[in-house]
């Protein structure tokens, strides 16, 4: 499924492709000869312990972890095809909040970011934040706790743009997103949204285990 949700324009000589309509956005995607690939988005390997998830490293240059999830800063931005604004745009991002994962930096603040259809483009620093925000995968439940039986506040549609206030893992090593999009808080499974920064969790908690299990009795 393509979730073209920030109404992407490759600028160039464009035929229109049609896209799934999101929260009433502009649906077309236009391109000229062959797109990326689109696939299936997967937010992180979240049944996969530990030591399996992808890589992580400390970037020397904005001192984040690699990759990690963003979002775009406002309603408005460009990303080209290389690290420079010499470089040709590929996509304009027209959604505030929108959630995008770092792959890579450089040292003069470029960010190679990857969408949840799997293309990947350059954007500057200045347009991403750090503050996280989610993106709903598919239709899912917003409940009271952590809890499959815990009471239901509400539903996120498909598409729908929530703010992460927290992200934490169950007894049972699920992972749980705290939302807000202002009317609806609550937790929502982690594994029904794109954006949340699990990979990170999973390692802090699997560390933690690890002390606690080398503490001295």
């Known amino acids: 499924m393509n979730f073209g949700v920030h109404a992407r324009c490759l600028i160039a000589i464009v035929s229109v492709a049609s896209m799934l309509m999101l929260s009433g956005l502009a649906p077309t995607k236009a391109s000229s000869g062959p ?44 990303c080209r095809i290389g690290p420079s604004r010499a470089h040709p745009v590929r996509y304009e991002f027209r959604r505030k909040g929108l959630p995008v994962m770092v792959v890579a930096e450089t040292i003069d603040k470029w960010r190679k970011i990857r969408d949840v259809n799997g293309d990947e483009c350059w954007a500057f620093h200045t347009t991403l934040t750090e503050r996280n925000h989610a993106l ?16 239901l506040r509400g539903r996120l549609e498909e598409g729908a743009l929530v703010r992460i206030s927290r992200v934490a893992e169950d007894d049972a090593g699920r992972f749980w997103v705290h939302v807000n999009n202002g009317a609806l808080r609550g937790w929502t499974p982690a594994i029904d949204l794109w954006g ?8 802090r908690n699997a560390l933690v285990t690890s002390a606690i299990a080398a503490a001295p009795n």
Do not use: C, H, M
Not at 136 to 151: K, M, P
Not at 196 to 203: F, K, L, M, T, Y
């Open 35 to 78: 797109t990326a690939p689109t696939r299936k988005p997967d937010p992180y390997p979240l049944l996969r312990p530990a030591s399996e998830l992808p890589p992580t490293r400390i970037s020397p240059w904005s001192g984040y972890a690699v990759p990690r999830f963003v979002s775009f800063k406002g309603d408005f931005a460009n």
């Open 136 to 151: 709903a995968l598919r239709q899912t439940r917003v409940l009271a706790r952590r809890d499959e039986g815990s009471f």
């Open 196 to 203: 949340a920064n699990i990979a990170s969790e999973r390692r």
